[in-house]
Structure formats: structure tokens, C-alpha cells
């Protein structure tokens, strides 16, 4: 059975850069709370009406595809990972795939948050294993910035996030002992609402009551969008962030190490662990929790804030770009985010 190897990545990030000065003009925040809490200097947003996911996607996916020495028309199967879709349904996948002119082929979409990254290589290693498919486009992207409250209100959730994304190409190899050594995936739906962006749906208030939920002005078809979600502002993404944190510090050292002891490893053996960028406070925590060197560990959200799906892809990108990502290199990738669901992949590369 052949493993399954990245034979090509890319990233794409918007030109415009807003620091955390140009948020202080809309709510009431400042430099110095964004960088101490999170470590985040500035992100980017992607221009309205130009770009989206599915857009932003194509063009990191377009440079894995070159990178991977293959043509669009090679690729079998896609799978995109996103929780910002241009549409309700259908989703990113499928609009990629238009994009790249490439009809016919499957293309999935993964809801997994922060987490989709890692999901879709956990999928994808699968699928190239059992020798289903030889190209599969895995893609994580965000277009964080049209969700979000840009109000006071909305400060703890916004200031963290920026759009961007990342693709890679998963083909199969035949070389002992290089590829996805292994890949473990989790979640804990107790969690749900402790960082989610819950209207507009189709929950109906089944989960949280219906006091809350409860639009008299439509029997049905309300729980989509009401006129009173938009008069409660209830139309945003919102997170208990110290819940959060808590779990986070302590999955992602988990994950990490289950991954390590499935391969008879330590955690001094890796060679650079791409953690996903959700707060630079929580990578330096786990950095702490697993002995690791400074140049042991690949961290960018200074630069670009958490982009959820597409961070981990952007960070290994730029880590292989500047030449910290080697052949023959130990690189732990680590995941966490709402659901809340957790996971890791290890890979010789
Ligand atoms: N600017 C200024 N003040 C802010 C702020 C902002 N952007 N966001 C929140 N505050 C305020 C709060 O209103 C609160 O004020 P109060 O004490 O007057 O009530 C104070 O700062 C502390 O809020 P709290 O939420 O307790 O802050 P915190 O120390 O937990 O830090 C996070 C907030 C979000 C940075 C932190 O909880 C965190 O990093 N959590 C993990 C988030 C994460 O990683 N999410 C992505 C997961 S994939």
C-alpha cells in the first residue's frame, strides 16, 4: 500500500494589510491589548466584491498544482475546507472546481473550523492510500472579515482573525517511511456554542430554546433570518474565549503527542511542529508544555491573524518557502478549534 506524500503547496493572503491601529478607529480597542493577548500585529482582508474563498482558494491552489509539477486536469478529487463559504450551498468545492475548469471530478467540503486543515489531509491520506484517487487539491480558505462585528461588541472575536488560504496536492509515494506517517482527528460537540456563529440556520432554537430563538413573526422558514436578528445584532460569530484557551492548551499538547507515540517518537525529534495560528499566547503555551526550540516551531500570526482553515497550510507554506520545511524533514502538524475539534497529522517529508 503506497503512503500518501505533499507533492505541491501554495498560499494565497489579500494585498491589504489592517493593523490593529486601523481596528481602533471602528471599535474601542488598542495595539498594545491585540498584541499582548494574541500576539497579532496586523492581518488581511480580502476586497469585497473581488475576492472570496472560493477565489482566494483558486490561487493558492493554482501554485500547489505548478509546485506538484501537474496541470489542473490531473487533479481527481478536491476537497475544501472553510467555514466563511461564498454561498449557504453549494459549496467552495464545487465553485473552485469551476474556477479551475475541471467538470466531472468529486469535490467535498469540510466544516470542520480550525480543525479543516488537518481533516481534509486525514481524508485525503485515506483516499490516496486505499489508491482511489492519485491528485487530490486539498484546500483550507477564510473570508473571515465579511463575517464579522466591527462594533465594540464584536472586539474579542474580530481583532483575531484574517482572511487568506492554502492548498496543497496529496499523491501517493512508494518511498519507505516518507509521506503522512499518521493523522488523528477529535471532537467534542458538549462545546458547541463555546465558539460558533449560530444564525443565520436552520436550528429553529432546538439547541439553546426557544426563548432566545423564538420569531413569532414567521412560523416557519424564520430560524434562516429574521428581522429580529438583525434588530438584536444576533448575526455574528461569537466565542467564550477563555474557554477556549483552556481547552486548547490542553488538546493541542494531546494530539500532538498521540501522533508521536503511534510513531515511536519524542517531541524533541521533530523538526518543526506547524501549529494552527489561533493565538500566539497558545503556541508559545504548548511550545513551553513540549521542550521545543524557538526555531522548532513555525508561528505567522503576527502577520496575518487566525485564518481558522487556511492558517496551518499558510504557515507550513511559508515554513517550506523559507526553507525551514526540508526533505526528510519531522514536521507535527496541530489543530484545534470550535466544535470544539482537535487534531494532529505527522508527516517525514
Ligand atoms: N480590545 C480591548 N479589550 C478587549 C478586547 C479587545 N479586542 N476584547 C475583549 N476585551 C476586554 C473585555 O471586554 C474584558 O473587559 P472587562 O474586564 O472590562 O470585562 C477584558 O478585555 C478581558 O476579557 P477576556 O475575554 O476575559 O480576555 P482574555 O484575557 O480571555 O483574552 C482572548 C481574550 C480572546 C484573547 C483570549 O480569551 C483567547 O485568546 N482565547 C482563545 C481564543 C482563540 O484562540 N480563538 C480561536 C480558536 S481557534
Known amino acids: 500500500m503506497p503512503s500518501s506524500k505533499i507533492a505541491g503547496i501554495g498560499f494565497y493572503v489579500p494585498e491589504k494589510v489592517v493593523t490593529n491601529n486601523d481596528l481602533t478607529k471602528v471599535m474601542d480597542t488598542s495595539d498594545e491589548w491585540i498584541q499582548e493577548r494574541t500576539g497579532i500585529k496586523e492581518r488581511r482582508y480580502a476586497v469585497k466584491h473581488k475576492e472570496s474563498s472560493t477565489t482566494m482558494g483558486t490561487a493558492a491552489a493554482r501554485i500547489a498544482i505548478e509546485r506538484a509539477g501537474i496541470t489542473p486536469e490531473d487533479v481527481d478529487f478536491i476537497i475544501f475546507a472553510t467555514l466563511s463559504p461564498d454561498y449557504y450551498f453549494p459549496g467552495c468545492g464545487v465553485l473552485m472546481q469551476r474556477e479551475l475548469g475541471i467538470p466531472g471530478i468529486g469535490a467535498l467540503d469540510i466544516r470542520n473550523q480550525c480543525s479543516g486543515f488537518v481533516y481534509g489531509l486525514s481524508i485525503a491520506d485515506q483516499f490516496v492510500k486505499s489508491g482511489m484517487y492519485k491528485n487530490i487539491l486539498l484546500v483550507g480558505a477564510e473570508f473571515h472579515s465579511a463575517g464579522l462585528d466591527f462594533s465594540t461588541r464584536g472586539r474579542n472575536v474580530t481583532v483575531i482573525f484574517g482572511d487568506g488560504a492554502g492548498a496543497v496536492v496529496i499523491q501517493p509515494t512508494e518511498e519507505e517511511g516518507k509521506g503522512i506517517l499518521s493523522t488523528h482527528l477529535h471532537a467534542d460537540g458538549s462545546y458547541a456554542e463555546k465558539l460558533a456563529y449560530i444564525n443565520p440556520g436552520c436550528h429553529g432554537g432546538v439547541h439553546l430554546g426557544t426563548e432566545k430563538y423564538d420569531y413569532p413573526d ?73 521542550g521545543l526550540r524557538d526555531d522548532q516551531v513555525w508561528n505567522n500570526i503576527q502577520k496575518y491573524g487566525n485564518t481558522t482553515a487556511a492558517s496551518i497550510p499558510i504557515a507550513l507554506c511559508e515554513a517550506w518557502e ?13 489543530a484545534f478549534g470550535s466544535g470544539f475539534t482537535w487534531g494532529s497529522a505527522l508527516i517525514r517529508f
Not at 523559507?322 to 496541530?334: F, I, M, N, Q, R
Open 322 to 334: 523559507a526553507g525551514k520545511v526540508k526533505e526528510g524533514d519531522l514536521v507535527c502538524l496541530a
Open 218 to 290: 414567521q412560523e416557519y422558514g424564520g430560524a434562516f433570518l429574521t428581522e429580529k436578528m438583525y434588530k438584536d445584532e444576533d448575526l455574528f460569530p461569537n466565542m467564550e474565549g477563555q474557554a477556549v484557551f483552556k481547552m486548547a492548551v490542553q488538546k493541542f499538547p494531546e494530539v500532538i503527542m498521540e501522533a508521536l507515540a503511534q510513531n515511536n517518537y519524542e517531541a524533541t525529534d521533530i523538526d518543526m511542529l506547524v501549529p494552527h495560528q489561533a493565538n500566539l499566547r497558545i503556541s508559545q503555551f504548548v511550545q513551553k508544555r513540549l
